[in-house]
């Protein structure tokens, strides 16, 4: 599989991972899923018995871009560079994902109050046969949430389909006393470990 000189695929649906790769000026084509991973049944994006949360990220980062690569053989798209990332939170050596419901969004922001969680990207990017991948591991302190500050964030909307219920973006960011690591990978895709990447692949030519 041969990449195109300039433009890469996202496989990705995450409106925040295309900012970002449009920020380092990187020409890409969203490769669509149908929809979240665990609705495309070759993407488990379930928690395997004993799995940590290193693992679980890396795991699934890497199924999406397999996924990816034979979404683009299915379609018989040309052939390119395509990119591929995940993001969970870790806490007390739980996997945190994303909210299924309102409740469950107010619940896991009860548990980030006040405390210190970590934020785990796993990039992957591939030429359809060769996979390299990079994690970005971040530490973000929340300093203590009321009920009224649980309610009127998820109530905004922002805290839906973010993993940990929140996006360091938007207006979770006066939740935020510190952080120690990647503002981007807490984002959703670190520019560091993904230019690095790129670099690796000969991007750009």
Same mark, same amino acid.
């Given at each position: 599989m041969t990449p195109h000189p300039s433009m890469i695929y996202l496989a990705s649906n995450s409106p925040r991972? &295309?900012?970002?790769?449009?920020?380092? $000026?990187?020409?890409? *084509?969203?490769? %669509?899923? &149908?929809?979240?991973?665990?609705?495309? $049944?070759?993407?488990? *994006?379930?928690? %395997?018995?004993?799995?940590?949360v290193m693992h679980y990220v890396q795991r699934v980062a890497m199924a999406k871009a397999a996924g990816g690569v034979l979404r683009v053989r299915w379609r018989r798209l040309p052939q390119r560079l395509l990119l591929a990332a995940d993001t969970t939170l870790g806490l007390d050596g739980e996997i945190i994902g994303k909210p299924d419901s309102d409740e469950h969004a107010s619940e896991i922001l009860r548990r980030l109050s006040g405390r210190t969680h970590q934020v785990l990207t796993s990039v992957v990017l591939t030429d359809g046969t060769r996979f390299e991948q990079r994690l970005s591991t971040s530490e973000v302190r929340f300093r203590p949430l009321s009920e009224e500050d649980i309610r009127r964030y998820v109530a905004s909307g922002e805290a839906a389909d973010k993993a940990g219920a929140y996006g360091i973006q938007g207006r979770a960011a006066?939740?935020?006393?510190?952080?120690?690591?990647?503002?981007t990978g807490i984002m959703g895709l670190p520019l560091f470990e993904t230019a690095a990447l790129l670099q690796d692949f000969g991007y750009p030519p």
């Open positions: 991972r &295309r900012d970002l790769l449009k920020q380092i $000026h990187v020409s890409f *084509e969203p490769l %669509l899923f &149908r929809g979240p991973g665990r609705e495309d $049944h070759d993407i488990n *994006e379930s928690v %395997l018995p004993g799995e940590d006066i939740f935020v006393e510190e952080i120690r690591g990647s503002y």
